[in-house]
């Protein structure tokens, strides 16, 4: 059982559109998180979602918006796609904020043309 | 905030012989330090962690230690072997706080 998992693996767009990548995991964790890898695979926090509170990284452009269904789902939103955009998307899960023990998703390779 | 700094960028070892990767945090406050593996389009998967009341942890090939004082920790593999080869972040975080603070990874190269 993947116990985070993403779709889809591979988006290709073009600028201007707005598209979303799916989150779930079934670990029954409460808090989920979403980072963003660039070309040099610098990892780094985008938001964290715990019991309906968003935390968002101050450096996130507000054309991303993370959306939560329900505890097992965090889906990423991004509006106006540019070329800067381009990026592995990553989802993690922890049992609760802080705890440490990060569990991540297999990734979204965004592609933005 | 955090910043986490990671050495070397890339490592290259005979197999069998063993492999060290440093990091150095900058918050006193941070009490959480993971180690990832990353292999080709794969999403970071986690090694070993420790937290900041112990000086070392230890699993199998892998161990990792933190001196506190010096904010600095290290991940250590023994007898390495071909699957060893990936991309190894480290990582720091504050109890509390919302995501971790990543290195910028090291590439592992185990040479047959």
């Known amino acids: 059982d993947t116990a985070v998992s993403q779709t889809p693996k591979y988006l290709v767009t073009q600028m201007g559109n707005d598209k979303s990548i799916k989150c779930e995991q079934n670990?029954?964790?409460?808090?989920m998180y979403w980072y963003k890898q660039d070309s040099k695979k610098f990892l780094k926090i985008m938001f964290s979602y715990n019991n309906k509170e968003l935390i968002i990284n101050e450096t996130v452009p507000n054309r991303f918006s993370p959306k939560s269904p329900d505890k097992a789902h965090l889906n990423l939103h991004i509006n106006s796609l540019e070329l800067g955009d381009s990026a592995v998307y990553f989802c993690?899960?922890?049992?609760?904020?802080?705890?440490?023990?990060?569990?991540f998703g297999p990734g979204t390779r965004l592609t933005v043309t | 905030g955090e910043n986490v700094e990671q050495h070397p960028s890339t490592l290259s070892v005979q197999e069998g012989d063993s492999a060290v990767i440093k990091c150095t945090y900058s918050?006193?406050?941070?009490?959480?330090f993971p180690w990832y593996k990353q292999e080709l389009g794969k999403g970071p998967q986690l090694i070993i962690d420790?937290?900041?009341?112990?000086g070392e942890k230890k699993d199998q090939r892998i161990a990792v230690t933190l001196n506190k004082t010096a904010k600095h920790f290290s991940l250590h593999i023994t007898e390495t072997q071909p699957e060893d080869s990936a991309v190894y972040f480290c990582?720091?975080?504050?109890?509390?706080?919302?995501?971790?603070?990543f290195g910028k990874g090291t590439h592992l190269i185990i040479q047959p």
């Open positions: 990582a720091a975080m504050r109890g509390g706080a919302d995501g971790l603070t």
């Open positions: 918050d006193s406050a941070s009490n959480y």
């Open positions: 420790i937290r900041s009341n112990v």
């Open positions: 993690a899960s922890s049992r609760n904020r802080g705890l440490g023990e990060q569990y």
């Open positions: 670990l029954g964790h409460d808090t």
